[in-house]
């Protein structure tokens, strides 16, 4: 193998938030290899946050369970050989990565060693790694190791399209905000990781009444609009809805706030990326490994106790609700704080 692979493809197929964990990854490879072409293979929306980074010259969107379709998998078998990847690396550690790896004809496929790959995804990969970082975005930096690649500090490089900065702008004139609001994120991609609304609005009239700072309340889908309104409704008028955004114009909004409050969810890692000092919810899984990622940040946690095992993560009940509204409000006023004096 080259010491300059002509072409590499990175393999981190979802989720919004595992996706963003693993964009320093590309950043370090296209500081090492400026005249390499980087490709990404990615399922579902996740792959819009990709479209247009300059760390990433191809995207390569793939369906949900593509791997249990005959002519999906000969499709993307095509596309990948057509791309002639030199190097592949998989960051996503599991069966269907470990194949698609492999599909990609890539004489060099980078990716975990077992445990941390799982459902046989090792068995794919010419070389294996075992990691030994704390935190996702430095596990993932460890898959260059084999290339000789020293990741320096990571980077995220989030784009901020121009299309979509118009479209936030339009509606944002219409909130008449009097200043850049706090940005609060009820949802959740499981339900383990969900706060109560009212925790939410307890906190957005704290920040109105110490900070004199309106709370603007995003969400995705039905039942999210369902957990933001009663955020509104019971915020007293320190809180206001957002309109409907696709992502793209959810990382303009965040780009646009004091401070992004939220859960362990996929806009707490996009609001990382773009920068914006996060305070992040953390119950059933612990912020050391998944917090937002960078020293700005403050992570709120219940007694290590409380937190479930991890085989449990998905179904716990308790963690989250051992998180108390005074315990957030206070992480946010030290946030606001904290940035106001830099």
């Not at 917090?291 to 219940?302: A, C, L, N, R, S």
């Amino acid at each position: 193998m080259s010491a300059n692979p002509r072409r590499v493809l990175i393999v981190k197929l979802s989720a919004i938030g595992d996706v963003l964990h693993t964009v320093p990854t590309a950043v370090a490879l296209r500081r090492a290899l400026p005249e390499s072409e980087i490709a990404w293979a990615v399922e579902g929306r996740a792959g819009d946050l990709l479209q247009g980074h300059p760390a990433v010259d191809r995207v390569i969107g793939l369906p949900r369970r593509w791997l249990t379709s005959a002519s999906h998998v000969l499709d993307i078998r095509k596309t990948l050989h057509e791309f002639h990847a030199d190097v592949s690396i998989d960051a996503q550690g599991l069966l269907k990565s470990g194949v698609l790896s492999w599909l990609s004809g890539a004489g060099m496929r980078i990716g975990y060693a077992a445990p941390e790959a799982r459902e046989g995804a090792s068995l794919f990969y010419t070389h294996r790694v075992l990691p030994t970082a704390a935190h996702v975005v430095d596990r993932h930096l460890e898959l260059l190791a084999p290339l000789g690649i020293a990741p320096g500090t990571p980077r995220f490089g989030m784009p901020r399209p121009a299309e979509e900065r118009r479209t936030v702008e339009n509606w944002w004139k219409t909130l008449a905000l009097p200043d850049a609001p706090a940005v609060i994120n009820p949802g959740a991609g499981w339900m383990s990781k969900l706060w109560p609304p009212e925790r939410f609005a307890s906190v957005a009239r704290n920040l109105g009444r110490r900070h004199g700072l309106v709370s603007l309340v995003v969400w995705g889908g039905p039942s999210e609009r369902e957990a933001a309104e009663k955020i509104v409704a019971a915020s007293q008028g320190d809180a206001v809805l957002a309109p409907s955004t696709t992502l793209a114009e959810l990382a303009e909004v965040i780009a646009r706030a004091r401070v992004f409050l939220s859960s362990d969810t996929g806009p707490l890692h996009l609001a990382a990326a773009i920068g914006t000092p996060c305070v992040g919810l953390f119950g059933p899984v612990p912020a050391s490994r998944n917090g937002p990622y960078g020293p700005q940040h403050i992570t709120v946690e219940p007694p290590a106790e409380l937190r479930p095992a991890w085989k449990d993560r998905k179904r716990d009940t308790h963690s989250m609700l051992a998180i108390d509204a005074d315990r957030v409000t206070a992480a946010v006023s030290q946030l606001i704080r904290r940035v106001a004096a830099a």
